[in-house]
């Protein structure tokens, strides 16, 4: 999937967030941001390879400094599912969970678990202020269930 120019009223409101959450504007923060609208879930890899199509002179390090930075400004929210390289996403700050196919390694949101644990009661917090719960459902896709 290759980005075409983007709405500017969708650039606006990105510059307004980069801004709220006190970085600069830059070419390569607005680039990363709709690449990342247009792919939720998607690997720096396959982000630097949407950025390089609008920016051909942002190298692959530029683009991991620029997750890294949207990431602790807390734009970004970074997975790691086991087996599987980094993805990004710009849903933040609802305590959603996700749902990883192994067969196919499609990743989709999933809101908070509902009912007893897991969503944030833990059996024994240990002292902890809960606050936060990573939950991964890992099974297959309804594409991969019709293949087998």
Known sequence: M???????????ALRQCIRGAGLKVTEPRLAVLHALDAMPHASADTVFGEVKNQLPGTSL???YGVLAAL??????RKIEPA???????RRTGDNHHHLVCTGCDVIK???????EAPC?????AAGFEVREAEVTYWGLCAQCRHAA
């Open 120 to 124: 944030l009661t833990a059996a024994d």
């Open 61 to 63: 390090q530029a683009v």
């Open 83 to 89: 087996g599987s390289s980094a993805r990004y996403e």
């Open 71 to 76: 990431t602790a400004a807390g734009l970004l």
């Open 2 to 12: 290759t980005m075409t120019n983007p709405p500017t009223a969708m650039t606006d």
């Open 109 to 115: 949101d999933v809101d908070c678990a509902v009912g």
